[in-house]
Nanobody
């Protein structure tokens, strides 16, 4: 059974930083065959794309709203993907989800991903 477990969420003041992590287990294929991504969902809103990283970590793609502030990375030896979030704003408040799909491309839509974590809450106070 596939499990994606997020950690690192919490409460932070505007301008602060947080680092999220998502560790995967039970994937059918080797972890380095999966593209990984982060999405977020604010209360009462749809789940939105945040960032994605290619299977080998060689390429990443970001939503315009987080470009220059967030950095996605991965450690394939640890089956873990990270999201470093700097210069946080109150509008970044949401539940953050990691997602996985077996592909060598770099998708950025919710329907492209097969596996999802349970989410971790990030709250940014003003």
């Amino acid at each position: 059974q596939v499990h994606l477990v997020e950690s690192g969420g919490g409460l932070v003041q505007a301008g602060g930083s947080l680092r999220l992590a998502c560790t995967s287990s039970g994937l059918t294929f080797a972890y380095n065959m999966y593209a990984m991504a982060w999405f977020r969902q604010a209360s009462g809103k749809e789940r939105d794309f945040v960032a994605a990283i290619r299977w080998n970590g060689g390429d990443a793609f970001y939503a315009d709203s987080v470009k220059g502030r967030f950095t996605i990375s991965r450690d394939n030896a640890k089956n873990t993907v990270y999201l470093q979030m700097d210069s946080l704003k109150p509008e970044d408040t949401a539940v953050y989800y990691c997602a996985a799909v077996r592909t060598f491309s770099l998708p950025a839509t919710t329907r492209a991903f097969d596996y999802w974590g349970q989410g971790t809450q990030v709250t940014v106070s003003s």
